[in-house]
Nanobody, 116 residues
């Protein structure tokens, strides 16, 4: 299983980005599919997760601005980022779990930089 994340880049504050993560190889009903981020000097943190049944978890700091979704037919998990802020600047990583947040696969990361 390999994950390929894309969609990062440089965006002005208030703008939008959509991150995509495509899973190649054997695709199962991964649970959860998630996005994490890591800013310089900080620990990696969960941004949002979507479970196989469709339920989602979103970090409070991005609630109302970010949305996570998945398309199993396309083997893809998305992170729609609206009204981005400079504090959203980080490397964003996708993750697909095998029933837990501790056993799964990671993508390579995509840089998101928000200018003020």
């Amino acid at each position: 299983v390999q994950l390929q994340a894309s969609g990062g880049g440089l965006v002005q504050a208030g703008g939008s980005l959509r991150l995509s993560c495509v899973v190649s190889g054997t695709f199962v009903n991964f649970n959860p599919m998630a996005w994490y981020r890591q800013a310089p000097g900080k620990q990696r943190e969960l941004v949002g997760a979507i479970r196989s049944g469709g339920g989602t978890t979103i970090q409070d700091s991005v609630k109302g601005r970010f949305t996570i979704s998945r398309d199993n037919a396309k083997k893809t998990v998305y992170l729609q980022m609206n009204n981005v802020k400079p504090e959203d600047t980080a490397v964003y990583y996708c993750y697909v779990g095998l029933g837990t947040y501790n056993t799964g696969y990671w993508g390579q990361g995509t840089q998101v930089t928000v200018s003020s």
